[in-house]
T-cell receptor, first 113, second 112 residues
Framework: TQLLEQSPQFLSIQEGENLTVYCNSSSVFSSLQWYRQEPGEGPVLLVTVVTGGEVKKLKRLTFQFGDARKDSSLHITAAQTGDTGLYLCAGTSPETNAGKSTFGDGTTLTVKP | SQTIHQWPATLVQPVGSPLSLECTVEGTSNPNLYWYRQAAGRGLQLLFYSVGIGQISSEVPQNLSASRPQDRQFILSSKKLLLSDSGFYLC???????????FGSGTRLTVV
């Protein structure tokens, strides 16, 4: 069973600050996704990374996939209150049938005005 | 464009009652379909997935079952609910394993 560990579990910062959250595993993934979820709603896909060392930017969000495809990070620059939410990473194993993904437990981010 | 519909949004059911949650996808054919459960705003636990009509794979032994009577319809059921079945249930689809999931808006189930 592949496990994904996300850290920190909770993060509370002021608007304008920068932050990084991490997603780590001992397993290799063929692809990894990041999602943001707001209370009472389904997670929304932010990005998919597939190549070791890959960096993707989405406005103020920067996603990096580790060289060995076992870990990933999400960096937010100049956080805004609208960034508040639960950030989930999910990895898809190369051997998994139907592309089942393993989810981390998430990082709950609160951005204060 | 593809859309996914899940209902109801909230449900309060007594212990021992049956359950039926429905999920439909529009704008695509032969999607991979998934049912997840999420506890208290944490990670998602895969319950069932389906790669085609009538094909259901169960991930964890439990009090629930799933069916896929049509290509774009996925149903989560129970004959008799337990208190431990309470949670936030999410339906999702994706076209290929390399892509991320598109989730429905979820159903908050409270068993009392």
């Amino acid at each position: 069973t592949q496990l994904l560990e996300q850290s920190p579990q909770f993060l509370s910062i002021q608007e304008g600050e920068n932050l990084t959250v991490y997603c780590n595993s001992s397993s290799v993934f063929s692809s990894l996704q990041w999602y943001r979820q707001e209370p009472g709603e389904g997670p929304v896909l932010l990005v998919t990374v597939v190549t070791g060392g890959e960096v993707k930017k989405l406005k103020r969000l920067t996603f990096q996939f580790g060289d060995a495809r076992k870990d990933s990070s999400l960096h937010i620059t100049a956080a805004q209150t609208g960034d508040t939410g639960l950030y989930l990473c999910a990895g898809t194993s190369p051997e998994t049938n139907a592309g089942k993904s393993t989810f981390g437990d998430g990082t709950t981010l609160t951005v204060k005005p | 464009s593809q859309t996914i519909h899940q209902w109801p949004a909230t449900l309060v059911q007594p212990v021992g009652s049956p359950l039926s949650l429905e999920c439909t996808v529009e704008g695509t054919s032969n999607p991979n379909l998934y049912w997840y459960r999420q506890a208290a705003g944490r990670g998602l636990q895969l319950l069932f997935y389906s790669v085609g009509i009538g094909q259901i794979s169960s991930e964890v032994p439990q009090n629930l079952s799933a069916s896929r009577p049509q290509d774009r319809q996925f149903i989560l059921s129970s004959k008799k609910l337990l208190l431990s079945d309470s949670g936030f249930y999410l339906c999702a689809w994706r076209a290929t394993p390399a892509l991320g999931y598109t989730f429905g808006s979820g159903t908050r189930l409270t068993v009392v």
